[in-house]
């Protein structure tokens, strides 16, 4: 049929399917802002406006808007005229990974021009079918509410300015909030997403999932799939090769257990891939799933993990070729312990020990891009694979050997990228949507609905963790333990490597000279365990962070002063480093710079904390709240992290100069959104002494750029950014040598600043003249250099919150009133876009203790795979964040730089739970904290206080005093 409606202020006429949506529509007619998050109408990345109104148009069918008015982020501004919104969106540094942001800017331009004054709350509501994971909607509120009122003629009169922490005269570009190198494009539709590249002859690929726990394949009949027209291909296991691999993309080789295969003939968690499809449409590729008929030998699944290694177990992976399981036929995927002085030695000596047990759920990371891959062959030949990752030169690694391609045949590209937080760290759709080209020569495109997003990637991991520490009457830690037990999910990708961290990244953060840990992680019949923002240690924190909080109240001291008495200290050593890396023996790591007491202080005077603590008279609960039935508390906890994995972690960085002064920098680090083509940009404008707008950056192409591991472990400023500044001083330091031949004087003493090189006589030279000399003078060189870098120092950035909750007594509902965040980072190379990342961290920690949990039935299957049912939380959801600054000067980072995209979020959940403990007195160990929970915790409180059995140290919990 064919419709005729207003895009834009454009008429158009298309041809469209009854039951196509608006959404498919706008993208066929070229809009590139309007994306893909769920299909449901929940996510709001492809909100537009209708008539004026704001909607989601993946629920409205396109035949609906004959005769009517479109609207979509591209009809709202462009780079050349951009709206008010989108440059104060952009000048704000709410823009990280930009998917959802534009349709975020559309439900705000509507609600503008509804209410040019918004108040905050009616802001929040604006934007409130508007999920975003990587912020914590902060500075997309601080940015309407700048357009908010104003005189908004389409023009750049709200651009923020730029601004840094303190006066700082060592550094022109570094330490500056400069704009994103890219930012125009993320808020205006421009800037090119995995689906955004266009394909001739794309065909669309869609995998068959079990709908079984744990079962056999015993019969796979594909006939009538293959006998549709429209299809160009069907896979099976008996199709493909079979070649065991991790589908983690880790450094090689992979150090956890080669378990997985392409396709197999046996299914381990409902949603385990069965066969996948190659069709002309999506619709034509799901039906061909549907007629493929198979026949299951359903087994017996494990889904409880304290029971996966009990004797008569259902054996999960009992294939003969996966290789790197301790034990297989218990389900064991891997044990870790490392020990640092006599513990039981420090536990006899105490005076108090105290044990409790903590356990953590099942989360999903849900960027707002799912799992997306389109592959193709070039006019080589070779396999071009562009997709959303955050480890391109891994993917190339693992799909060639997977697909037996070789590795110079394969190029893997990222484009923008809609959110990682570690979820794109492995291989999830890269390598059968290869095959499925390699199987038609035609372009493929495979992305996961939402449903397969929340089920059939990666997850974090679940865990029940007993921690156990001696301390002496005057509060000094005498020894502690710390025993975990890890479900890794159907496949252990990360089964290894993420319950190291939850040791290794937590126990260093209070000194004891006794420490114990110990981990096995087994298998289940459930989703797989992988990367997840904090990747082990907001597990480990929640634990430690609450049961050191426990200690305090036992003993009668001050919980931040308790903290304190016994944290790590700069010039310290962290003791279980050297025994405890990832999935192995590490480095040793000195304590260089720790801002954590400063970290406290700001956060302390921020939060109001002494005056709160001294309003509290002994043994009271809170405070009253809005509601006679409510109670205010509040809750502290510290963290400390890493930057990056000290001996594996290599970057590496070109750099070329060009004849007018601007330099290309080529980057194998990939930014998920975090900013880091711009923070690399700045470093390498700083030693280079051009403007950030001068360094052109390029990065994520396995035939372009240079090596890198990817984006994770919190490496890319620490790790990467040292590659660029290597590389920059070398070219820098070979400019100048040009530059000494014109001035006629040496090259010593030369500095290159202000776009210029000056001799110290005062004379100087402008780098176009000194680039044009080099390239077109006698000797006729390309200035280009390439470093590497790979350390074995991990510095620790530091973090310290507050919490303030209240409590419904009587419903059990936990309202997150105020959140305050510091975070020691070393020098903040570019302080809004940390100030960004600290905020998205807290929401989605936030998240973690209160809402989130993917649930599954008796057979295993997930009930809320979708965006209704799993809570995520939204702007009406969350709280004021404050985020808040600590700069050291880290001597081993570049530009004395720390990491900080990952530190925030292990301080949330145990702050959380502290602050919920101080407002009612009753201790929660098991997240989320729901409401049912809650009042269950309450509930119990009074049943022991009614028979004089409270439960303040722990005794009852398997402690001893």
Known sequence: MELRFVVNGRDVA????????????????????????????SCGTCTVLLDGRPVPSCTVLAAQVEGREVTTIEGIGDPDSPHPLQSAFLGHGAAQCAFCMQGMIVSAKALLDANPCPSDDEIREGISGNLCRCTGYVKAIEAIKDVAGADRTPDLDHVVPMRRLAEDDRYATVGWSVEKTEGIGLVSGRAKYTDDFAFEGLLHARIKRSPHAHARIVSIDASKARALEGVHAVLTHEDVPRVPHSTAGQNCPEPSPYDSVMLDRKVRFVGDRV?????????????????????????????????????????????????????????????????????????????????????????????????????????????VIVTSTQVPFHVRRIVSRVNEVPLHDVRVVKPRIGGGFGVKQEVVVEDVCAALTLATRRPVKLSLDRSEELVASRTRHPQILRLKTGVAADGTILARELTVLTNTGAYGSHGLTVPSNTGSKSLPLYRSPAIAFSNDTVYTNLPVGGACRGYGAPQGYFALDSHTDEIAHALGMDPAEFRLMNAIREGDEDPIAPKLGEGKEGFRRVIRTNGLAECWSRVSEDADWDAWRAELKPGEFGASGNAPQSRVGKGMSFAMHGSGIPGDDMGAASIKANEDGSFNLLVGATDLGTGSDTILAQMAAEVLGVTPEKIVVYSSDTDRTPFDVGAYASSTTYVSGGAVVKAAEMVRDRLLVHAATILG????????????????????????????????????????????????????????????????????????????????????????????????????????????????????????????????????DAPPIRSILVETDEPTGPFGAKSVSEVPVNVVAPAVANAIYAATGARLRDLPFTPEKVLAGIAALAAADGTGERDETGVRDGGRT
């Not at 993208?27 to 802002?33: C, E, F, M, P, V």
């Not at 009133?817 to 975070?823: M, P």
Request: glycine letters at 8%.
């Open 14 to 41: 298309v041809e469209v399917e009854p039951a196509e949506v608006l959404l498919d529509t706008l993208r066929r007619l070229g809009s590139r802002g309007v994306k893909s998050g769920c299909r449901t109408g």
């Open 275 to 383: 066969a996948a499809v190659a069709a002309e449409t999506p619709v034509l590729a799901k039906r061909a799933c549907d007629l493929i008929e198979v026949e299951y030998e359903v087994l017996e699944p494990v889904l409880d993990f304290e029971r996966a290694m009990d004797d008569g177990a259902p054996t999960i992976h009992d294939e003969d070729d996966a290789t790197g399981i301790l034990d297989a036929s218990r389900n064991l995927v891997a044990h870790v312990d490392a020990e640092v002085g006599d513990v039981e030695a420090g536990f006899a000596a105490a005076d108090r020990v105290f044990e409790h047990t903590y356990r953590v759920q099942y989360v999903q990371a849900n960027p707002s891009e799912p799992h997306i891959a389109v592959t193709s062959l070039d006019e080589k030949g070779r396999l």
């Open 745 to 876: 004087e040496g090259p010593e003493g030369l500095t290159c600043a202000d776009g210029k090189v000056t001799a110290p006589s005062g004379r100087s030279v402008p780098l176009p003249e000194v680039a044009n000399a080099a390239m077109y003078g006698e000797e006729k060189e390309q200035v280009s250099f390439t470093a590497s870098n790979v350390t074995l120092d991990c510095p620790p950035p530091f973090a310290a919150a507050c919490c303030t909750v209240e409590v419904d007594v009587e419903t059990g509902r936990v309202d997150v009133t105020d959140f305050v965040c510091a975070i020691d980072l070393g020098h903040a190379i570019n302080p809004a876009l940390a100030e960004g990342q600290i905020e998205g961290a807290v929401l989605m920690g936030l998240g973690y203790a209160l809402s989130e949990e993917m649930l599954f039935d008796g057979n295993g299957r997930m009930v809320n795979d979708n965006l209704r049912d799993y809570r995520v939380f939204s702007s009406v």
